[in-house]
């Protein structure tokens, strides 16, 4: 099993930049695709990027292509989510995921183990 902590949310002007951080517990981080996911009020959990074990590919949303970036440090146990440009829109709880069984990797269902979540907050 691995336990997820996000940290690095907070509030941000539009156009403004956050990294969140995503710190794993356990000795098999690398085992697990990664993955961002967010959730509006009153929204569905929605897919914002994921990442294979060794970093060696990446998924995103089309709504963050080319502003947010998705990145893991094995080393550290711990995943990224830098967060450019940003928008009204990305305001939301972001969670991250850990998947060791990855099949359709932007599906909230193919992860079982989920992080507490971050609040970002993104003003006009």
């Known amino acids: 099993q691995v336990q997820l902590v996000e940290s690095g949310g907070g509030l941000v002007q539009a156009g403004g930049s956050l990294r969140l951080s995503c710190a794993a517990s356990?000795?098999?981080?690398?085992?697990?695709?990664m993955g961002w996911f967010r959730q509006a009020p009153g929204k569905e959990r929605e897919f914002v990027a994921a990442i294979t074990r060794s970093g060696s590919n990446t998924w995103y949303a089309d709504s963050v292509k080319g502003r947010f970036t998705i990145s893991r440090d094995n080393a550290k146990n711990t995943v990224y989510l830098q967060m450019n440009s940003l928008k009204p829109e990305d305001t939301a709880v972001y969670y991250c995921?850990?998947?060791?069984?990855?099949?359709?990797?932007?599906?909230?269902?193919?992860?079982?183990?989920w992080g507490q979540g971050t609040q970002v907050t993104v003003s006009s």
């Open positions: 995921a850990a998947t060791n069984l990855p099949h359709s990797v932007v599906v909230v269902d193919d992860y079982r183990t």
């Open positions: 356990g000795r098999t981080f690398s085992s697990y695709y």
